[in-house]
């Protein structure tokens, strides 16, 4: 008789099952990376609204497309104090997240009330590869969303 034996379908069907692994196993670590830088651009967006509003001047980040961006206090080429490392608050997401950058420049700045005075009402979007992850601030209230 011709066909397979039970011995060859399964090392066929474990073969096929690693060669699936394998592909899949990049695309979820930049899903992953992307996710992750996502959360660290919205925290480091409350930090900063925060700080506007226990500061009493406006502060903001501007977002670079290289991925990096720098926290300000009271004026643009005024960097913040990063509390952690007690020199100026940037952050480089290529580095941290495994080559995530941003599709457009983009700035953000926050009202001593929490208001977004500039970029409220936008996105902020996250590039991966082909992956894109979008993070909203909201005008008026100055929420931000991970849709």
Same mark, same amino acid.
């Given at each position: ?25 990049? +695309? &979820? #670590? ?27 001047? =406006?502060?903001?980040? =501007?977002?670079?497309?290289?991925? +990096?961006? %720098? ?13 952690? +490392? ?5 952050? =480089? ?5 495994? =080559?995530? #950058? ?25 590039? $991966?590869?082909?992956? +894109? ?6 005008? $008026? %209230?100055?929420?931000?969303? &991970?849709?």
């Amino acid at each position: 008789m011709s066909g397979f034996t039970l011995i060859e379908l399964v090392l066929i069907l474990f073969l096929v099952s690693l060669l699936a692994l394998v592909v899949e196993i990049p +695309t &979820l #670590s930049n899903q992953q990376a992307l996710q992750s830088a996502a959360l660290k651009v919205r925290m480091d967006l409350r930090k900063t609204q925060q700080l506007a509003m226990t500061s009493g001047v =406006n502060c903001g980040i =501007n977002f670079f497309q290289d991925g +990096t961006y %720098t926290v300000y206090q009271g004026g643009v080429g005024v960097a913040a104090i990063d509390p952690l +490392t007690g020199g100026p608050y940037q952050e =480089n997401l290529p580095v941290r997240f495994r =080559n995530v #950058s941003i599709q457009s420049p983009y700035q953000v700045e926050f009202d001593p009330v929490g208001r977004p005075v500039i970029g409220g009402g936008g996105t902020l979007t996250l590039l $991966n590869g082909g992956t +894109t992850r979008p993070v909203q601030i909201i005008a $008026n %209230t100055g929420a931000i969303n &991970l849709p």
